[in-house]
């Protein structure tokens, strides 16, 4: 069969993991998850194998072409055949990877990644509130657009701010971004191809992830609290991780922009994502 690989025969039953111990995080992007992944990952580390604690590696079957020609480093330059192999050898030896997988991560490997799972406790993460969703997510790519490749960058630091949640102790992001979008005077507009991709990701989460998988649990953050994560992981975070907390997405469109936004999804909205226990919180005026 194409695509199977050596260590195929070793894979153990899915019995052999109690669902409970070693769960999988589902999720479209922006959605929580670097959040509540935080607390998976600390869970794992006495039940599993943990990567660094970062999205760059709890985003296992992430395709970045930035990563892989940019980033002098291994890892990202592995395929997803080279990772799944990875899976399949950690579990000949009874271990399991704690990750992540975002939606558009898995649409091209999910047969094979459906196949790799089943059985297992599965997590499906949603936003009840579509439209800060996808504002969130559309503020963003607005803001990719206008920077490019470049990386985000502190005066007083080596490292950089990425354009996810800043961790609590990373102070520094918040006006970094804010400082980014004037100087390459970022234009927050609506595109129809971002819109596109969310239509697409939705559904395939909603009708094809959540349809097709034993029973996830499926949990919408409006709902979650550190309470919760805590109780449920049975783990603490000295730093935990947190939304921007002065960044009002809506403020940087302008009103006639904000509409269209609006009036576009609204309509995806009215047509289908109401069906899916999503809600519309939103009152808009023009």
Partial sequence: MKGKSQYEDFRLPPRAVPRAERPLLISLHKSGSTWVFSYIHKHYRKRGITMPPNNFYSEFFVDDPYFSHKIKNEFFKRSSEE??????????????LALKAHVPEIIDIWPRFKEFYKGYGILVLKRRDIFSHYLNILFFHC??????????????????????????YHGQSEDILKSTII?????FKHHDIVLKRFTRNIRFLNDVVIEEL?????????DIT????????????????????TLDFAS???????????????????????????????????
Wanted: net charge neutral; charged share 40%.
């Fill in 183 to 187: 100087e390459y005077n970022v234009q």
């Fill in 214 to 222: 034993d029973k996830p649990e499926v949990l919408f953050t409006e």
């Fill in 226 to 245: 550190t309470d919760w994560l805590r109780n449920r992981f049975k783990v603490d975070l000295k730093k935990t991780v947190e939304p921007f907390k």
């Fill in 83 to 96: 990772r799944f192999a990875l899976l399949e050898l950690l579990r000949k030896f009874g271990l399991e």
């Fill in 252 to 286: 940087y469109f302008k009103p006639e922009e904000l509409k269209i936004v609006h009036d576009k999804l609204y309509e995806r909205f009215d047509n289908e994502f109401k069906y899916m226990g999503y809600r519309w919180e939103i009152d808009f005026q023009a």
């Fill in 143 to 168: 803001v990719k657009e206008a920077v490019g490749d470049r990386r985000l960058r502190g005066k007083e630091e080596e490292g950089y701010t990425s354009l996810v949640p800043s961790k609590i």
